[in-house]
């Protein structure tokens, strides 16, 4: 019996064999307890009341399920109450000099961005680089943006190792046993049309960052950034690879290129992905790509390719999607922050609202469409990509950005 886990709030998805037929509760948590990522923990399973001797089965948890583990006496994610403080005790600890002490975080990140006057300033490309013209949005202090996740690249290239090892063991796991042979033949058609040309907008994103990274005018930014653009890299080969391994078994995983050029249903999403890869506006294009585009389109494109995944014997997409999701929701509380950053500064945020809003206003209603298009009209899609609309107006709403255009617009397409 092949179980996915990851440790709720911690690890990526790990996979694991269980030889016994029939399950239980001990022998799961004895493998995952067994493996690194428990760091000696006793651990339980994300639901109230079971026994050890529980099966699985009776649990109704079937083979390629991803079952949610925590470790025992951490509080239920629904209590809402914390068994301990979440404090970054490194960020408020005091030396005696009386002067904040910087995490490694702060530490690794900070000063790498030098400042005017450049070389460059004498003999200028085309477009402003470098200079608060680069961006329409303004601030009174860039270096002010710190990411949520805190990452640098010891602990961002620790962390993904880790998930490319899950997502390696479950393409290997799928391929010792040939299970893509025996997908439910209309789901092979589908993905023959769908799978492959989905790297294109990840590859689109990846290039984005790529210029957002090289022209912020913070290293706290182009940090994010940079992690932004080497995720969505992976994304898009993550996509390239499950087509590679269908194509192992079924005819027609060649080229996914004509079907991105021309079939209907990516026209929407390609055209969106192109503008937003031209927008040389760095500031713009964060916000184009990360608040309003990527969560429609992702919403969509994973309810496609997850949708009935497991009845039609594919446990591995899911699987892939739930590991590209984890970078994807890091990813937008990056850019939610920066977006509270421009929204909320104390000079230039009305400003910053009143541009924000427009670009909102016109990207959101075709964003929605194209998730839309790409998705089709199934009660799962339309759930998913209600969800990220709801995320996206959030996001807006809280930074006092206001909604009655965006929201009338999108109301239009949706009828």
């Known amino acids: 019996m092949l179980i996915y886990s ?71 994610p629904d209590t809402g109450v914390s068994a301990k403080p979440d404090i970054d005790v490194d960020a408020i600890r005091v030396p005696p000099d009386g002067a904040r002490r910087l995490n490694e975080y702060e530490e690794a990140t900070r000063l790498l961005q030098w400042h005017a006057p450049y070389h460059i300033d004498g003999d200028r490309p085309a477009h402003q680089v470098w200079t608060d013209d680069s961006t329409a949005l303004r601030c009174t202090d860039w270096e002010a943006y710190r990411s949520p996740d805190k990452l640098y690249y010891r602990t961002y290239t620790t962390r993904q190792s880790r998930a490319g090892r899950s997502v390696a063991t479950a393409f290997d796991f799928t391929a010792a046993d040939s299970q893509l042979a025996t997908v439910a033949p209309e789901r092979v058609e589908m993905l023959r049309e769908a799978l492959g040309p989905l790297q294109y907008p990840d590859w689109g994103l990846c290039v984005t960052h790529q210029h957002t990274t090289r022209f912020a005018l913070s290293s706290w930014i182009a ?86 995944a497991l009845a039609a014997g594919d446990s591995l997409t899911p699987f892939v999607c739930r590991s590209i999701e984890d970078d994807k929701i890091r990813h937008r509380e990056s850019a939610s922050a920066f977006l509270r950053l421009v929204a909320g500064d104390e000079r230039h945020g009305e400003r910053n609202r009143e541009l924000i809003s427009g670009w909102a206003a016109d990207l959101m209603p075709r964003a929605y469409a194209a998730s839309v298009a790409l998705a089709g009209a199934t009660t799962a899609s339309a759930a998913a990509v209600s969800e990220a609309l709801t995320w996206v107006q959030a996001q807006l709403a809280e930074a006092e950005i206001g909604l009655p255009a965006i929201a009338s617009a999108v109301e239009e397409v949706s009828a």
């Open 223 to 308: 940090g994010a950034t940079s992690f932004m653009m080497f995720d969505e890299l992976r994304h898009a080969q993550l996509y390239g690879r499950l087509a590679l391994a269908y194509g192992e078994h079924h005819d027609g995983f060649d080229d996914p290129g004509p079907a991105w050029m021309a079939a209907p249903q990516f026209q929407p999403t390609r055209r969106i992905v192109e503008e937003i890869m031209a927008t040389l506006d760095w500031g713009k294009a964060i916000i184009l790509a990360d608040i309003v585009f990527e969560p429609l389109h992702t919403a969509a494109a994973h309810s496609l390719l997850t949708s009935g």
């Open 6 to 76: 990851r440790i709720l709030g911690e690890a990526a998805p790990e996979a694991f064999v269980l030889a016994d037929d029939d399950p239980t509760v001990s022998d799961l948590l004895n493998h995952i307890g067994a493996a690194r990522s428990a760091q000696g923990r006793l651990l339980e399973l994300d639901l109230p009341d079971v026994l050890g001797t529980a099966k699985l089965a009776d649990l109704g948890i079937a083979d390629g399920d991803l079952i949610d583990i925590r470790a025992v006496g951490e509080p239920h």
